[in-house]
T-cell receptor, first 112, second 115 residues
């Protein structure tokens, strides 16, 4: 079993839909949870990060962490065609563990 | 300011040849990471440099892979005797002092194809 599991998709939605992207993990030591967006043939860019459990909102994006279930989510409201990309979750432990473990990414397609 | 840059952007090489990939991190970033991303896969950690500390090489898949970094500047990733399974995008990321791994800034990657 991989430490971080993420459905690769593709997930295809119409413009304006609410998108839910998810990851599960097995390592209870993870404390930092990140979401990256990667456009085709580009490097990933950090979208959001959350420490421990709870929600964090930034514009149309909401990150949610449920440590008891070892489950994290990224919600995108009012999705746009420009949101079409691969979304990678990543997580790392506290202390000296600065090396994140990445999920394989979910490909999102938002069609007009 | 300038972001992380990588060169070459694309590299095609024959099986058995050596290749060298270069990463220029953001100025002042003391931490530098190399990752490998195979088609349809997540990022696979290769090596981590932090300032003048000994690098964390725990992710290097074999002794054909090595990396160097001069101070807090340029890093090179070398793959010797390339194999077809080395074909992937090699990504470099850097982060600034006092921040944790979530604040990584990635370069565009080098797409390596071994024929």
């Amino acid at each position: 079993q991989k430490e971080v599991e993420q459905d690769p998709g593709p997930l295809s939605v119409p413009e304006g839909a609410i998108v839910s992207l998810n990851c599960t993990y097995s390592n209870s030591a993870f404390q930092y949870f990140m979401w990256y967006r990667q456009y085709s043939r580009k490097g990933p860019e950090l979208l959001m990060y959350t420490y421990s459990s709870g929600n964090k909102e930034d514009g149309r994006f909401t990150a949610q962490v449920d440590k008891s279930s070892k489950y994290i989510s990224l919600f995108i409201r009012d999705s746009q065609p420009s949101d079409s990309a691969t979304y990678l979750c990543a997580m790392s432990g506290s202390g000296g563990s600065y090396i994140p473990t990445f999920g394989r990414g979910t490909s999102l397609i938002v069609h007009p | 300011g300038a972001g992380v840059s990588q060169s070459p952007s694309n590299k095609v090489t024959e099986k058995g040849k050596d290749v060298e990939l270069r990463c220029d991190p953001i100025s002042g970033h003391t931490a530098l990471y190399w990752y490998r991303q195979r088609l349809g896969q997540g990022l696979e950690f290769l090596i981590y440099f932090q300032g003048n500390s000994a690098p964390d090489k725990s992710g290097l898949p074999s002794d054909r892979f090595s990396a160097e970094r001069t101070g807090e500047s340029v890093s090179t990733l070398t793959i010797q005797r390339t194999q077809q399974e080395d074909s992937a995008v090699y990504l470099c990321a850097s982060s600034s002092p006092g921040t944790l791994s979530y604040e990584q800034y990635f370069g565009p990657g080098t797409r390596l194809t071994v024929t």
